[in-house]
């Protein structure tokens, strides 16, 4: 079984986006910049935006960090987003969720401008995205698809089956599967029979959210299997995914592990996100 | 075989809005009103125009069709829209496709307000139209759904496929479907094996634009058929669909017939959508 893994896919992204802010650098004056925003102090939260920062300085790319009291209001929190929409110096904009319960999520997400959306999760980039015509395309789902370009998996005319239906990693997965010329289909909690699609499938994107959901039984012999889960819910609470992974040695021709399969693309892709969002926002006014 | 009869849903659906209009207008002291944008002097597209003009005013809405020459200059485009985006009076706004080549169509879909977006096709629609929270749904699928409805047919658990992946109905038919817990496959052109998916599916939902690709062959026993396709291309040059529909009668459980089917639905959906912007807008401010 070849092991997919994200780790040095993400690797090889930092280290081909080095060069890239290298030249904006030079050519701009200054580094590509993502402004991070986050409310409350919900621990792990903190966390990810803290290596999200960590991210992006490692290339050569700052970043801002904009801690909000948890009791912020609506009209300051949109106030704030409006004046990283309008700061010409800021790339990328990242709000990270889960928002306390009375700020509203939707706002946000009309809120921040597509062209410096680095999650490209607000429904403007959804709507671009979705038509072909993205700004960025959402971290996970194009963290996926590029482990599957570095270890030369095309996807054209395979069965895809995706696992869930979120919109931040089951539906845009669908698209970009879709767009990649496989045909795709996308199952979910009320879907009957899941094994039925999935033990037909050549490739597998299992975004289910529930631990260690499918094993060997479930895939065909040579199938493909990417694993978008992470839980704490493995032997002795090791991280896990939605696949029992040691059950596919010797059966399924690839799949990523976890930890260390598609979890590290996500912070890769939102980083070269930023970076690509800042190349494209410079050459449209020089 | 039940036929199922679009040209009698659609006829449902215009009386429903009568009194929802009577309703708007005397609370309003206007009624509903959509603008309809042509550039140029294509026949088909002034014909299609007209018939959407006819629809809003059998059901007591108003409606303007500005007609802009063929070498009108994209500036002079785009100040229209942004003053009808603005108008307060103007509830639904319909920019005719195809334009002229010199025109670009991405602009037109960037600019009309998601609140007036009658088609539902612009890229923000588009974007809460995927993630779930649309402001109106775009014309022909929704109008596929309504027929459904209409039948009592619940897609609920059904093994559905949508033959086509264009954004303008294969994109968010799939979308309709998953939403309302179908497990759908999206074929397109790059499919192998199209009728292996096909013959497998409680529901096949034909939009592929290829005149009477599909017939009895492709599906199951007591399937559900729905024929998007309007071609030229029967015998004697008569109206035909993506689906040999003769063919269907004793083998299939229900299917549309091509003129008569999903045809009716598309404008019926759109005047039904510039109803239900006017009463949101209005709803918003009031």
Redesign the interface.
């Known amino acids: 079984m070849l092991v997919l893994n994200g780790k040095e896919v993400a690797g090889e992204v930092r280290s081909s986006l080095v060069p890239r802010v290298q030249a904006f650098t030079q050519k701009y004056g200054r580094a590509p910049h993502l402004s991070v925003v986050i409310v409350g102090d919900d621990p792990a939260s903190h966390v990810y935006v803290k290596n999200k920062k960590i991210a992006c300085e490692a290339v050569g790319m700052t970043s801002t960090l904009h801690e909000l009291p948890a009791d912020i209001s609506q009209a300051e929190l949109t106030l704030m987003i409006r004046s990283l929409n309008a700061d010409d110096h800021v790339d990328g904009i990242l709000v990270q969720f889960p928002l306390p319960p009375h700020l509203s999520a ?1 706002e946000v ?1 009309s809120l921040v401008a597509s062209e410096k959306d680095a999650d490209g999760l ?12 993205p700004f960025v395309k959402p971290c996970t789902p194009e963290g996926v698809m590029k482990i599957l370009r570095h270890y030369k998996i095309s996807v ?2 395979m069965k895809a089956v995706v696992v869930g ?1 979120s ?1 931040i990693v089951g ?1 845009p997965m ?2 970009l599967l ?1 767009e990649a ?1 496989a ?6 909690s ?3 029979n899941l094994s039925e ?1 999935t033990l037909n499938a050549d490739l597998v994107v299992v975004a289910a959210g529930r631990a260690r959901m499918l094993g060997k039984d479930d895939f065909k012999k040579d199938a493909i299997v990417i694993d978008v889960g992470m839980h704490r819910a493995g032997p002795g609470g090791k991280l896990c995914g939605d696949v029992r992974y040691e059950e596919l040695e010797g059966w399924v021709k690839a799949a990523t592990p976890v930890p260390g399969g598609v979890g590290p693309m996500t912070i890769a892709t939102l980083i070269e996100n930023t970076c690509e969002l800042a190349e494209k926002r410079a050459s449209l006014k020089n």
Chains 1, 2 share one sequence.
Not at 183 to 188: E, I, K, N, R, Y
Request: aromatic letters at 16%.
């Open positions: 939707d997400l607000t429904y403007a980039s959804l709507g671009y995205f979705f038509a072909g015509k054209e005319g239906r919109n539906k669908a698209q879709t010329n045909t795709v289909t996308l199952c979910h009320k879907t009957k699609y």
